[in-house]
């Protein structure tokens, strides 16, 4: 099992920035990939962002890119979101997920942390 808390949401004017936060626990050395998603009210959960535990390679939606970053502390078992210029649109849940090792689907998420976008 893995255990994934995400932390750092809020409230933040269009145009700023907030660094989102995931520990990842427990099983860490079996996970391949970390991703990021986000859900607002009345839509569907929609990715936002991923990146390989090893190298570190990154995918991102169409969205999201050239605002957003994802890194991650492979030591601290620690993955991040770098979100800069954010608009009213970018305002949801934000979750992230982990997969295994061989597995395309991604098998543990965290609870989510809001982020909320005024304009």
């Known amino acids: 099992q893995v255990q994934l808390v995400e932390s750092g949401g809020g409230l933040v004017q269009a145009g700023g920035s907030l660094r989102l936060s995931c520990a990842a626990s427990?099983?860490?050395?079996?996970?391949?990939?970390m991703g990021w998603f986000r859900q607002a009210p009345g839509k569907e959960r929609e990715f936002v962002g991923s990146?390989?535990?090893?190298?570190?390679?990154?995918d991102y939606a169409d969205s999201v890119k050239e605002r957003f970053t994802i890194s991650r502390d492979y030591a601290k078992d620690m993955m991040y979101l770098q979100m800069n210029s954010l608009k009213p649109e970018d305002t949801a849940l934000y979750y992230c997920?982990?997969?295994?090792?061989?597995?395309?689907?991604?098998?543990?998420w965290g609870q989510g942390t809001q982020v909320t976008v005024s304009s």
């Open positions: 427990g099983r860490t050395f079996s996970v391949s990939g």
């Open positions: 997920a982990a997969r295994e090792r061989g597995k395309a689907n991604y098998d543990y």
């Open positions: 990146i390989s535990w090893i190298p570190g390679s990154t």
